[in-house]
């Protein structure tokens, strides 16, 4: 793929995007810009200010996400994405685009802003070659395409606020970076912010309807709350158990998803047990103040990875997000091209166990009834 795909994909689609992309989508990119640190402030203020129209404004923004070369130019169908789905969908974004044998494939790593401990998320892409990753491949696999990867759908509930318990200072980082990761994968995102216990479980039902997952190859379930040992909590303060998760997306409940890979991802802590086998390290570190979400899931295709083991909690740190989803992104940044799920989980845990968190926190595989491998990228 050449190095300026998105360039000329930018370039394709600028005559459209001009004339449909409104006033207050303009902002929410530039302002996406300006926290992502492609723009800085005065770059911003020159393209509102310096043009008179919008067209001339959109105009003027996208030469200057151009002269910042692909990875600007893809990072801005990215947040297009998620300001804007429909506007997105429509202009049918050539996001993995076919590719001939012997050609080279790029992941799509997710960009974010973010710092852990201070370095900077890697947001390089990595390269494999289609005729080593299809050698080998086929009989212990779930199947995997392009086509099947552009009709994924996800399911992604955040909840921030509650009526009693503390606000999760952090959760939107984790919101934003899990929502662009899954939509780098070809996801697309069902999204719910702040949603009671009942209303949990009446977004899993539609959910479980989805037109959508008749042709989708997998599905991801994220629920990121307040929790305690098999339930997350709505805002409410209600306990929404993790186990209607499975019942509403099992066989029986879900036919569409018969044979699919289902991931469960639950960032919530699952009792209010602290363990310190490395005394008090984690709150020693840089001077954070770290938080915790202390207050988590007849099946077959399932896997799901909870933020920690039973009866412990989980860790997030206001500025950046919970532990658990920066891990999580950084390893599927880093290795979706070539390792199958389960794998990435195990790295996950690995890289907790390598940290300063290990002794504190350890996220914890559950339910795992996958038959076969399942590759994000296999095709």
């Known amino acids: ?7 000329k994909e930018l370039d394709r689609l600028r005559k459209e995007f001009v004339s449909r992309v409104s006033q207050e989508n303009l902002k929410e990119l530039l302002e996406a810009f300006v926290t992502d640190g492609i723009l800085n402030d005065l770059e911003k203020e020159s393209i509102l200010e310096e043009n008179q129209s ?18 600007a130019c893809r990072i801005m169908f990215t947040h297009l994405q998620k300001i804007d789905s429909t506007l997105y969908s429509s202009l049918h974004v050539s996001t993995f685009p076919s590719a001939q044998k012997g050609e080279n494939l790029v992941f799509l790593s997710c960009y974010c802003n973010a710092y852990f401990i201070d370095q900077e998320w890697s947001s390089s892409t990595q390269h494999y070659s289609t005729d080593d990753w299809r050698e080998g491949k ?10 099947s990867i552009s009709k994924r759908v996800a399911l992604l509930i955040t909840n921030k606020t509650f009526n009693r318990y503390s606000t999760r200072h952090g959760a939107e980082k984790d919101d934003y970076k899990m929502h662009c990761m899954l939509a780098e994968l070809g996801y697309d995102v069902v999204k719910y912010k702040n949603l009671t216990a009942k209303k949990i479980e009446e977004a899993l039902q539609k959910f479980s309807k989805h037109p959508q997952l008749v042709h989708t190859d997998s599905v991801f379930v994220v629920i990121m709350s307040h929790g305690s040992l098999g339930a997350v909590c709505g805002t409410d303060c209600k306990p929404f158990k993790t186990e209607n998760i499975y019942k509403l997306l099992n066989t029986e409940n879900c036919p569409a998803l018969h044979n699919k890979p289902k991931v469960i991802i639950i ?23 770290i938080e915790t979400d202390a207050v988590v899931h007849k099946e077959k295709d399932f896997i799901s990875l909870l933020s920690c083991t039973p009866n412990t909690v989980s860790y997030r740190d206001p500025s950046y997000g919970s532990f658990f989803i920066q891990y999580i992104v950084e390893v599927f940044n880093e290795f979706a091209h070539e390792d199958h799920i389960d794998e990435l989980f195990r790295k996950v845990m690995q890289r ?3 940290s300063d968190f290990g002794g504190i926190q350890m996220p914890s595989k559950d339910r795992c009834t996958l038959t076969k491998n399942f590759y994000l990228l296999d095709y």
């Open 138 to 147: 086929n009989v212990c696999n779930y199947p995997v395409t392009e086509e």
């Open 1 to 7: 793929m050449s190095s300026s795909f998105f360039e």
């Open 54 to 71: 919008r067209a001339d404004r959109v105009r003027c923004f996208i030469d200057t996400v151009k002269k910042k070369g692909d990875k």
């Open 267 to 289: 960032q919530a802590c699952r009792g209010d047990f602290i363990i310190l086998s490395k005394p008090a390290c984690l709150f020693q570190m840089s001077g954070r103040n």
């Open 352 to 354: 907790f166990e390598e």
